[in-house]
């Protein structure tokens, strides 16, 4: 089994829907993560607009200009073109074909059985999911994993199962056609609770988030109406930070000196809620003023960014053929043929 790899370091891949500009949520549950992933593993990331369409397929006027914000706002928060390969999704076609070839060996049972198939056509009510695609997108996202033989995917502990299943793909595939794919583990990304403005998860479809490109005084406005515990009603209340969404927030992204304040400032009352907002607005601008900046260089000029993507893909592409190369060979597929006996006639 060839791993297609020149470089030492294990290989990661991962990534993201292309569903637009991000918010905090998509920084603490991945993106912070990955950043720190691209100095000790070979690092691939996609943008995955195949995948937005398997939910978002009625209307795709701005999947382009999601992709393009997905991609501003990951190369904001640090992930740096010279540690790691950045490419889009649909811009490698041998993706889709590895998916075709896969959904031939998959079971129905096992994408009805994933949980997130059911959980999602439970919830999402306003969509009809009832598709090919929708069902099909874990048949994708192995395609997406194993086409690079990554050892590692970060992933959340809702994700495991996806994983799973993309390791019993791989082992049908080599079962029937010989020893192509390796098994790629999970590498458990630590997920926080990031409440949103409201207390609910962090997510666009509340209208709670807190975006990564937010001005300053427009991250201190949500802040200010974000709930708080509600047993602290009047100023002379004692509050509790461990039940309030704001307690949270400090817990991500304050320092340890500012959360010892919140917990015996809120316990006690010998602090506001105004001003324990203003401190974690404070650990905010410190986060994402610097993310703006670097965002700005591109947005300045969006061809530097797609120029990051043109090279990734070129990089990534190289490894896709690859691979396809050999998955064409092992289920005879490939293009060449050698006659395996001698034509009728022949000495
Ligand atoms: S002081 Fe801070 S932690 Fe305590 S209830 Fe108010 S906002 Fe929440």
Sequence with gaps: MRNNSSNSRP????????????????????????????DDYECFFFVAD???????????????????????????????????????????????????????????????????????????????????????????????ILIYKAHFVPVGEDQVPHVELTREIARRFNTFY???????????????????????????????????????????????????????VRRTDPGNPDVCPVGDLHKIFSDPETMRKVDAGCRSAGIGCIECKGWVADALANLLNPMQERRRKYEQ???????????????????CDATMDEVRRAMNLSRDYEPTTKPVGAQ
């Design 11 to 38: 290989r990661v891949l991962s990534g993201m829907r292309s569903t637009g500009k991000l918010h905090l949520g998509n920084y603490v549950g991945a993106l912070a993560n990955w950043v720190k992933l691209q």
């Design 50 to 144: 195949w995948h937005a369409l398997t939910t978002d397929y009625a209307d795709t006027s701005r999947l382009k200009e999601n992709s393009v914000e997905v991609l501003l706002d990951w190369l904001a928060a640090g992930l740096d073109p010279e540690r790691c390969t950045l490419f889009v999704q649909s811009h490698l076609p041998q993706h889709a074909e590895l998916h075709l070839l896969l959904s031939m060996i998959t079971p129905l049972g096992w994408l009805e059985r994933v949980p997130s198939y059911k959980e999602q056509r439970e919830n999402i009510k306003e969509k009809d999911l009832g598709t090919y695609g929708f069902l099909g997108y874990p048949v994708l996202q192995s395609a997406d």
């Design 178 to 232: 010989g020893e192509v794919f390796p098994e790629p583990q999970p590498l458990l990304t630590p997920a926080p609770k990031l409440p949103g403005t409201d207390g609910r998860k962090m997510s666009k479809s509340y209208g709670n988030t807190i975006m990564l490109t937010d001005p300053e005084p427009v991250v201190r406005q949500k802040l200010k109406t974000m709930v708080t515990d509600p047993a602290r």
């Design 301 to 319: 000029n969006p061809n530097l960014a797609w120029e990051i993507i043109e090279a990734g893909d070129a990089t990534a592409g190289a490894i």
